[in-house]
């Protein structure tokens, strides 16, 4: 089995390839080969478009008597997609293109017609100049004045524009200051306005901040108000007599009082029960400091009010006299007095 992959094949002593047999084949036979259309084409026949792309199964055949450099031509034969008229082409390695021949004519091929038709001149030109030397001559001299007239056109129509478009530099300059300057003027206005939007939003946030810091103390100071209860011992401090006038009888607008006198209460207030004192008469400061024994205390009239007596009113509140002391100590003095005489 190892000969089988054996690159070099056996041959004898006496072999010779001439006695070899060699088929007969017409040189004009024909292959079907598959192939796309080499550019875009139109029927003849039915005016079918057929792109460039297109596949077709076609016959390829060697052009007989046409060769370009010893390479051979090809001729292939295909059909209409619509009418099946057949259509052929050929190859063109001169121009490593294909060549139409019949059926269908080329489409988008003016380039190249133009590119064909410079081609020729050239080689013409350049035949003639070959056996002739003046036509060489003629030839450069032709150039060279197209040359020139090119030339002066070109410096024509540059002096017609200068002429009709007159360049101001120094209005292009100040045009480009004067927007420049627009440019500098909406970027300041821009950042102006950045600047107060922040100041605003955050003044508005700080009257926020205040607003919700008050409102929170006014709570709490109206909740330490409700919350705080008075005391039994500020009856002392308060006087039905002293009521605004434009107070209610049920109401009566009281004093603020201080947190020990609500404990202890005021016992010298003057302020307060001022409407009970009652002036000495002339007589009286004659007399001597120390009241004489029997003497009672002189009690002034209380007034009355619109729930009670005035001797109630009077005996639960202590009198204060003209000089300030109370009655409290008013009674002190009489005690004094009797333990002095009964001594």
Known sequence: MSERKVLNK???PDFDPSKIPKLKLPKDRQYVVRLMAPFNMRCKTC??????????????????????MGLPIFRFYIKCTRCLAEITFKTDPENTDYAMEHGATRNFQAEKLIEEEEKRIQQE????????????LENRTRDSKMEMEV?????????????QALVDFEGMIGQYREMERR???RQKEEDERETK????????????????DSEEESCSSTQSKTSSTDKPTDILTTDKSTAAPGATAGGVKRAKTESWERSVGTLSGRGALGSLVVRKKPAATAASSKPSEGAEPVTPTSHTDSKGS?????ASRPIITQNGSSSLSLL????DSDSNQSE
């Open 10 to 12: 056996y041959y004898p």
């Open 47 to 68: 005016g079918e478009y057929i792109y460039k792309g297109k596949k077709f199964n076609a016959r390829k055949e060697t052009v007989q008597n046409e060769l370009y």
């Open 125 to 136: 030109r350049e035949e003639e100049e070959l056996n002739n030397p003046m036509k060489v």
């Open 151 to 163: 030339l002066e056109n070109l410096q024509e129509l540059k002096e017609l524009n200068q002429r």
């Open 183 to 185: 440019e500098r003027e």
């Open 197 to 212: 939007e922040m100041l605003d939003r955050a003044l508005v946030k700080r009257l926020r901040d205040s607003d919700s």
């Open 310 to 314: 005035g001797s109630d009113s009077g």
């Open 332 to 335: 002190g003095a009489y005690s």
